[in-house]
């Protein structure tokens, strides 16, 4: 068989716009959708005839798409490559709207779940089809390959491009479909993992953000601007995401994985030379200009704690691994949010050893 070279982006924030205007200019046709509850960005996109302002590299660009809707019925019948570029909280409940639009008839589509942690799997535990997975096929990558921020408007700058970023599907004989991914359609080099959970403990945003957001908790609370990776760690206060970081490696193992730690990743995306987080922080080009949020309920706790802790914290008890640091972080913002993320959050409820083992093989 073959996937043509259109391309449907989910989502209209700062990803789904860096992403759909950066595979526009790599030559693909793009769609782009956004829910309509959440379409603003969408709306100025729309109002510029489908054109994105883009910025990559200090060089500017236009970037017109080819079809710009919030109606998710269209633009699925747009093409076979689906890039979920949506809020963690919105993964599984999109995926069950996208099911509702196919049938076990239609042409094969591959549906990419971008800093997809354990996306797939909830999708999986929560979905009301099962043969759906006969039609969609499903993958998850370890993070987003840029870092981004978008303007005011229709604009979208790209502060950082990862080099490669780590891909696997939810059943292992369905990486072979990533064989058939035009060049144009791919935002970076996909690096394949054999099994969904391998990688899903090798996301590092959590270890990166909840705890300098718990460092800097005041401030960001009344809204102080300050730069959230030069300014928000110093060398001792990175002691505790090195203890996160050396949790998730020891859960890794248990499962049967040899991960490398989060500085070591990220010396590898961006081409850096980053011995400790504290160096990423520090040196990282890409992070110098990132701004800290203006408030605790942002994607740093709401999705890094929930949707990236809470399952390892899952995981944990499968397989008996104690991880103090990490569960403590989620006591606490679960305390000062007033929300309990262990209910939910991303827990992954119905996962059984068994199903972990058949996943995995």
């Known amino acids: ?40 960005k969408l709306n100025e996109i729309i109002q510029h005839k489908g054109n994105i302002f883009f910025t ?61 942690i354990f996306s797939s799997v909830e999708q999986l535990l929560n979905t009301r089809s099962k043969d759906i997975h006969t039609t969609i096929k499903i993958f998850d990558t370890s993070s987003f390959p840029y870092a981004c921020r978008a303007g005011k408007s229709n604009d979208v700058y790209i502060l950082g491009r990862k080099t490669e970023i780590a891909i696997a599907s939810l059943f292992p004989g369905d990486n072979q479909y990533l064989d058939l991914l035009p060049e144009s359609c791919l935002p970076t080099y996909f690096s394949r993992v054999n099994t969904i959970f391998q990688l899903g403990l090798m996301g590092t945003n959590p270890i990166l953000h909840p705890a300098t ?17 030069q300014e928000g760690l110093s060398k001792r206060t990175s002691r505790l995401h090195e203890a996160l970081d050396n949790e998730r490696l020891s859960l890794a193992k248990a499962l049967g994985y040899t991960l490398t730690p989060c500085a070591e990743d990220y010396s590898k995306f961006y081409n850096g030379n980053f011995d ?86």
């Not at 073959?2 to 759909?20: F, P, S, Y």
């Not at 699925?76 to 008839?105: R, S, V």
């Open 56 to 116: 990559d590299n200090e060089q500017q660009h236009i970037a017109k798409l080819d079809l710009v809707s919030s109606d998710l019925t269209e633009v699925t019948e747009f093409g076979d490559i689906l890039y979920n570029c949506t809020p963690m909280p919105a993964h599984t409940p999109l995926f069950n709207k996208l099911i509702d639009t196919l049938t076990t008839t239609q042409p094969l589509k591959l549906f990419i779940n971008l800093s997809g």
């Open 213 to 229: 957001v718990l460092l800097n908790a005041r401030l960001i609370d009344q809204g102080h601007l300050f730069q959230f990776y």
């Open 276 to 361: 400790t987080i504290y160096d990423i922080y520090k040196n990282s080009i890409a992070h110098s200009k990132i701004s800290a949020p203006t408030t605790l309920h942002h994607r740093f706790v709401t999705e890094d704690i929930a949707y990236g802790f809470v399952p390892l914290l899952t995981l944990a008890k499968i397989y008996n691994v104690h991880l103090p640091h990490i569960e403590s972080l989620v006591n606490i913002f679960s305390t000062i949010m007033n929300n309990d993320f262990y209910q939910h959050g991303r827990n992954l409820k119905g996962i059984t050893k068994q199903l972990i083992d058949e996943l995995s093989s």
């Open 1 to 40: 068989m073959k996937i043509t070279n259109k391309v449907i982006v989910l989502g209209c924030g700062n990803g789904g716009m860096a992403l759909a205007a950066d595979l526009k200019l790599k030559g693909a046709q793009v769609a782009l959708w956004a829910d309509p509850a959440h379409a603003n």
